[in-house]
């Protein structure tokens, strides 16, 4: 065979695969794009506070009490471990497994004052956690739980997903029984959530949940591409 015809024989397929290559980032460029609209979408609002009203107290949260004519009452108050708060000669209150306006209540009945002179807010949230991993803002971490938020609430609380991330695709591991052999999962829709209006798997979150992020198709195709490929699918997805 004439050098020339080996030469084309031998670079034909390796071109074909180039150009397959190619046109499978340009296949993902409109899923990129979509996963790009979903995370600024989920960071155009703030996080709803709400759920800061059914948030359960427990120790060592930390509450703040203000009592109206009484400094003497009023101040940062730690739940103790026996789930009282300290209010001082007077002795202590329990308030552990209360809403702070179940807090207001008890309080104001333990102290002999009207309910609207007593105001108690969480100072600190140290008692349960959540748990982060995979795709998300910052690093993998607990963060702590403060209500039964959605899962789109929590997630801007903590400053939203990496663009490597997939909006369609995030977890919510819950282990509801300790003596379950296996944890529930519910499948979170960022996409269809932020983008659609549908809230039908936009889930609260409860205390020691575990929410995963995966990595996008896109970004793991993008680690598989050849070096040349890169910089091509770089600037097809925007990330240039």
């Known amino acids: 065979m004439p050098r020339s015809e080996r030469r084309t024989a031998t670079t034909w397929p390796a071109w074909l695969a180039r150009i397959g290559l190619l046109g499978s980032c340009c296949a993902l460029l409109g899923c990129v794009t979509t996963h790009g609209a979903t995370a600024d979408s989920l960071l155009k609002q703030p996080a709803s506070s709400t759920a800061v009203r059914e948030y359960r107290v427990g120790s060592p949260d930390v509450l703040q009490v203000n009592v109206k004519g009484h400094p003497e009452w009023s101040g940062s108050r730690w739940v103790e471990v026996n789930g009282c708060i300290d209010m001082g000669p007077l002795g202590g209150v329990r308030v552990e497994g209360l809403t702070t306006d179940e807090v207001e209540r008890r309080l104001a009945e333990f102290l002999g004052v009207p309910r609207q002179d007593v105001e108690v807010k969480l100072a600190q949230f140290a008692s349960q956690r959540v748990y982060l991993f995979g795709e998300v803002a910052g690093e993998q971490r607990a963060v702590p739980y403060q209500g039964p938020e959605t899962v ?18 995030v977890r919510v591991i819950r282990q509801a029984d300790l003596d379950a052999a296996d944890p529930q999962v519910f499948q979170v829709d960022l996409q269809a959530i932020l983008l659609k209006g549908d809230q039908s798997t936009n889930i609260k979150v409860q205390p020691y949940d575990q929410i995963y992020v995966p990595e996008s198709r896109a970004c793991r195709v993008g680690k598989c591409l050849h070096p040349w490929l890169r910089p091509v699918a770089r600037v097809l997805t925007g990330n240039s």
């Open 152 to 169: 789109v609430d929590l997630l801007r609380r903590v400053g939203g997903i990496t663009e490597d991330g997939a909006p369609h695709e």
